[in-house]
Nanobody
Framework: QVQLVESGGGLVQPGGSLRLSCAAS????????MGWYRQAPGKQRELVAA???????NYADSVKGRFTISRDNAKNTVYLQMNSLKPEDTAVYYC??????????????WGQGTQVTVSS
């Protein structure tokens, strides 16, 4: 079983920055893609950014140029640096990872979510 624990959310003013972290733990053989999703009230969950084990990245158009995803493979951790935050970035942010668990079975896991609120 693979667990994901997020941290770093909070309240920030428009134009401010936050850095989210997500650490994977448990019986992990390898992690393929890691990513961040968000869900605002009344809206569907959407992909914000994703990164492969080789470092290839993908971003939602709405965050390109403002958010940066990175990962530390040695620590099984993914980060999301969020700059120039806007009120429309307000949402619960979820971490996601998929890969191979210790028993050589595929896994796909979600974190519990962390609230990001952008407001003056």
């Amino acid at each position: 079983q693979v667990q994901l624990v997020e941290s770093g959310g909070g309240l920030v003013q428009p134009g401010g920055s936050l850095r989210l972290s997500c650490a994977a733990s448990g019986s992990i053989f390898s992690i393929n893609a890691m990513g961040w999703y968000r869900q605002a009230p009344g809206k569907q969950r959407e992909l914000v950014a994703a990164i492969t084990s080789g470092g290839s990245t993908n971003y939602a158009d709405s965050v390109k140029g403002r958010f940066t995803i990175s990962r530390d493979n040695a620590k099984n951790t993914v980060y999301l640096q969020m700059n120039s935050l806007k009120p429309e970035d307000t949402a619960v942010y979820y971490c996601n990872a998929d890969g191979v668990a210790g028993r050589m079975t595929a896994f796909g896991s979600w974190g519990q979510g962390t609230q990001v609120t952008v407001s003056s």
